[in-house]
């Protein structure tokens, strides 16, 4: 019995290592060069049709039940308070449960229905633009998901834009 108990064990951690190099390996970036929004797209999330105004993507994942916006948008708030207080309303049908601003940076996250979703958005280029990521997963999965969340986030950035020319970051 511990025998197979150990096999089952060390079986499990080498499926679970297995699994965690490949997701490791396979990730990519997107980079938006109207708004310069750089961020990581997690393995095996496909893009779909790019929008005609070219302001960012939306990947899904494998099995359709989770979607990533990278994106960038132009700030047209009048104020950089404005512009923070703006993500701090919740969209319809959303329950904001964790709200934090840093800097250039703010993160919302919360649940919408049976989902999860996750927004972290700087502000760039001299206060004109927002480059932003946005997830929604099954709140069910939110256990696999963090690291997924954890990777997008760290990864956003902003970069040059030919939005706004002289605009280097």
């Known amino acids: 019995m511990r025998t197979a108990l150990f096999s089952f064990v060390l079986i499990s ?3 679970l290592i297995q699994g965690a190099a490949a997701q490791t390996g396979a990730w990519t970036s997107y980079d938006n060069d109207r ?10 999330w496909t893009a779909g049709p790019p929008p005609d105004n070219n302001d960012g993507l939306v990947f899904t994942s494998p099995d359709g039940k989770a979607r990533l ?3 960038g948008i132009l700030n047209v708030d009048d104020s950089v308070d404005a512009a923070f207080q703006s993500y701090e309303v919740p969209n319809a049908g959303e329950v904001i449960t964790y709200k934090h601003r840093s800097g250039n940076s703010i993160t919302i996250s919360g649940t919408k ?3 999860i979703f996750y927004g ?10 927002w480059n932003s990521i946005y ?7 939110k256990a696999s998901f963090d690291m997924i969340v954890a990777r997008v ?7 040059k834009s030919w939005q706004i020319p002289d605009c280097g970051a």
């Open 13 to 15: 951690f080498a499926l």
């Open 35 to 44: 708004f310069g929004t750089t961020a990581d797209v997690p393995p095996g």
């Open 69 to 71: 916006i990278i994106s």
């Open 113 to 115: 229905g049976a989902q």
């Open 120 to 129: 972290k958005h700087l502000l760039s280029c001299h206060n004109q633009i």
């Open 135 to 141: 997830l929604e997963y099954p709140a069910a999965a």
């Open 153 to 159: 986030a760290k990864s956003l950035k902003p970069g």
